[in-house]
């Protein structure tokens, strides 16, 4: 079968990186126990507690959506609510699975200028009502990298997180594309997360390279509570575990996690610079992980479109470009070259 040219609309555009595939392959000799009795589940959990320096609960799902929502869930009662910000992807694009598998627990939307929380928002959010009508706040949820592929920096977490236990509460992270902030940040997971206060993660493998799976991780423990369970219920409880499990401790222990995000932040940061100066180029937010923001005029875009990029325009109305783990530098330099055309070409073309 011929093979498409590489797109920057999505990082799940990406195929599956070799070390994902080797681990499957691997694991899939002979017969192992089903649903976690797997001797390459106990491996992954014991990678995830190496890599976090920690004894944290994990637990494998199929995608990010229901890591979000399940984790949420088991942090909440259905009286309770999550703060968030209003491009947070459990509110925007979950199909309010986090209302679903909460049974209702209700998501806060606070005001977040380029999709971060600030203790600020969540103060006023948290204590907007404190009466028996309204559903009460009980966690707070931020995306790292954010939805705008933005950094929260640590001690902008560890502000979050003082606010969350100065009010009671949770803090949880979206963590889609964690292996691109650890790799942005150059800090160890143990300091972004659990040192500075995270009490859940979800932690995307998808993204990162792999064909399925994400990790939900409990920092503190006693949350997990009868996850399992609530895995199983949700559809979430895969029986050959063994091949979502495989990919991530061949992904962790080789360190292709995050080998893999720095070159997708590589590739951003260097799209970033070659177009920023463009004229009818603006670049929308700060470039810090693998996502690139532009604003163009409408021309512009469709004359991409024209030449067969593929992009979406679902925040802001900006033109959203990923880079993924396999980002090719030169189809990259070619979506340069064709931005080049447009913008620096005689506006003939636009009449
Ligand atoms: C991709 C993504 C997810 C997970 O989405 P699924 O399609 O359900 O796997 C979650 N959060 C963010 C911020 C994402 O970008």
């Known amino acids: ?70 984790a949420l869930a088991s942090l909440c009662q259905s009286y309770h609510s999550v703060i968030c910000s209003e491009t947070a992807h459990v509110e925007t694009d979950e199909c309010g699975a986090p209302e679903f598998f909460s049974n209702g627990s209700k998501l806060l939307i606070a005001p977040s200028p380029n999709g971060k929380l600030t203790p600020e928002a969540i103060r006023t959010v948290a204590l907007k009502r404190t009466d028996i009508h309204y559903p009460k706040p009980r966690v707070v949820t931020i995306t790292q990298p954010t939805e705008t592929g933005e950094l929260y920096q640590l001690e902008e977490i560890r502000a979050i997180s003082d606010i969350c236990r100065e009010l009671g509460l949770k803090l949880h992270m979206d963590g889609a594309r964690f292996a691109n902030a650890c790799a942005s940040l150059g800090c160890t997971p143990a300091e972004i997360t659990w040192k500075s206060g995270v009490d859940v993660l979800c932690f995307g493998g998808t993204k990162n390279g792999m064909a399925i799976g994400e990790a939900v991780i409990f920092f503190d423990t006693r949350l997990a509570e009868d996850f399992d369970y609530r895995c199983k219920q949700a559809g979430q409880l895969a029986s050959k575990m063994r091949f979502l499990a ?53 021309d512009v875009a469709e004359g991409l479109r024209a030449r067969g990029w593929m992009f979406y325009t679902f925040i802001g109305g900006g033109a959203r470009f990923m880079f993924a783990w396999d980002a090719e530098p030169e189809r990259m330099n070619a979506l340069v070259g064709d931005l080049h055309d447009l913008c620096l070409a005689p506006a003939t073309w636009r009449t």
Do not use: I
């Open 246 to 298: 495989a990919p991530w401790v061949r992904m962790l222990e080789s360190g292709a996690w995050l080998r893999y995000a720095a070159h997708a932040n590589t590739c951003a940061t260097e799209f970033a610079r070659k177009v920023r100066d463009l004229p009818l180029v603006e670049l929308m937010f700060k470039v810090e992980a693998n996502a690139v923001f532009l604003k163009l005029p409408s």
């Open 1 to 70: 079968m011929q093979q498409q040219p590489q797109q920057f609309a999505s990082d799940n555009y990406a195929g599956v990186c070799p070390e994902a595939c080797e681990a499957m392959d691997e694991a899939n000799h002979g017969h192992e126990p089903a649903y976690g009795g797997d001797s390459w589940t106990s491996r992954a959990s014991d990678a995830f507690r190496n890599l976090f320096d920690t004894s944290c609960e994990v637990f494998l799902v199929f995608n990010g959506t229901a890591a979000n929502s399940l």
